[in-house]
């Protein structure tokens, strides 16, 4: 398994709820949760939104930077910015949240979506403080997972290579590995 790549720029058109506007790099040293929605997908409404308002307020904005990614591929004249900000009004939603540039050509898929190759929304970012990707996941996951995950996160040094399922192998070589990771047998194996 390779080790995690830096996660792609963001292609912003315009941001709410900041002074100015931010950028991966601008963000380095913070674990970064980032949450791509539309705001006319039930799920993103029902539990991405939610979601990333209870790790907002959970998280130290010291340490985690949440991040709402509004990245439209369908019904683009229903979710312009206007509509957007009234939406984010009366959801109270208070952290950054980035309009997805379409790209204007006709293309259906904003920028930032088709950089990370999204599969449609909600799609759940998790980047490391040294900027890689370390979680892409279309659809929902638990709050529970997503706290431990972000906890996990912030545990880590921020100058820490990630370890790769190889090299975890060759350091222990009865370690089972496999796509998931390597787990220590058994005495009894």
């Known amino acids: 398994m390779a080790s995690p790549k830096l996660a792609p720029d963001w292609d912003i058109a315009q941001w709410f709820n900041v002074d100015a506007p931010l950028d991966l790099r601008a963000l380095r040293g913070r674990v970064v949760v980032a949450g791509a929605f539309q705001m006319l997908c039930p ?19 010291s340490e985690v930077a949440v991040i709402g990614l509004h990245t439209v591929f369908e019904h683009h004249a229903a979710m312009g910015p206007t509509a957007l900000e009234a939406f984010l009004h009366e959801y109270q939603v208070r952290f ?43 659809g929902h996951i638990p709050d529970l997972q997503l706290g431990a995950e972000i906890m996990a996160l912030m545990r880590e040094p921020a100058n820490i290579d990630a370890v790769s399922t190889d090299d975890r192998q060759r350091r222990n070589p009865q370690a089972k590995c496999d796509a998931d990771g390597c787990a220590i047998p058994n005495e009894s194996e």
Not at 52 to 58: E, G, N, S, T
Not at 124 to 135: C, H, Q, V, Y
């Open 43 to 61: 799920g993103c409404v029902s539990q991405t939104i939610p979601q990333l308002r209870q790790a907002h307020a959970l998280f130290p904005e």
């Open 96 to 138: 950054p949240v980035g309009v997805d540039r379409t790209s204007g050509r006709g293309e259906p898929i904003p920028s930032t979506m088709r950089r990370y190759g999204m599969q449609g929304t909600p799609t759940l970012l998790l980047i490391d403080r040294e900027g890689r990707l370390r979680r892409q996941t279309f």
